[in-house]
């Protein structure tokens, strides 16, 4: 009797312990990071004072806005960021983290429209480092899970791309003021690369 009692207790811990990681779900990952000969308080403006903003700087982002009542950049802001002109593509994003002195945030993806992205577990930390002489680094984490998951794989490296491409558009917009859009972006990165 115990010995069958000792079975079952094995056997039920072993479910609850395989139900709990199926319940966390994987993510992929990765880091972009970009050096400019620009000091890191105009670089920390763009990505992070002007976070409602981000379609002046960002050459997919066709318009972005604040949402809810957020007026500014701080902790709990959020944002919609709207990939084509109907608006049907759109992620809306949340700051976290805010730590304007250590120039960091984490964006949290809070909704999706057309895009194959877990918003639950989809974020990415921006962080601004003053590396001194008027240089900076901008480094992106971003952690995300695809629906259906498969596609993450095959998403990483379009993801990558967008936000390298991103990079190029932010430094850009520091040097000159010009908005970035899809119509300039690809001469504007001929100069960058």
Avoid at 7 to 14: T, Y
Avoid at 53 to 77: N, T, W
Avoid at 107 to 118: A, H, R
Avoid at 126 to 133: E, I, R, S
Wanted: with cysteine; charged share 30%.
């Amino acid at each position: 009797m115990k010995t069958a009692l000792k079975i079952s207790l094995f056997l039920l811990m072993g479910f609850v312990v395989n139900t709990a990681q199926a319940k966390e779900k994987k993510v992929k990952s990765f880091i972009v990071e970009r050096v400019f000969d620009i000091e890191a308080a105009k670089i920390w403006k763009i990505v992070g004072l002007d976070y409602g903003s981000v379609a002046y700087s960002h050459p997919r982002i066709v318009k972005s806005e604040y949402l809810k009542g957020s007026l500014k950049a701080e902790e709990g802001a959020e944002r919609v960021c709207y990939f084509n002109e109907e608006g049907t593509q759109y992620l809306k994003e949340k700051m976290l983290n805010y730590e304007p002195e250590k120039m960091r945030f984490v964006n949290q993806i809070s909704q999706v429209g057309k895009f194959p992205l877990d918003a639950e577990v989809t974020r990415a930390i921006y962080q601004v480092t003053d590396l001194g002489n008027g240089k900076s680094k901008l480094s992106f984490d971003m952690q995300f899970r695809t629906k259906p998951a498969f596609m993450g794989a095959m998403m990483k490296g379009n993801f990558k791309k967008t936000i390298q491409d991103y990079f190029i558009a932010i430094e850009h917009h520091a040097r000159t003021g010009e908005e970035v859009t899809k119509e300039n972006f690809k001469e504007i990165k001929k100069k960058y690369n």
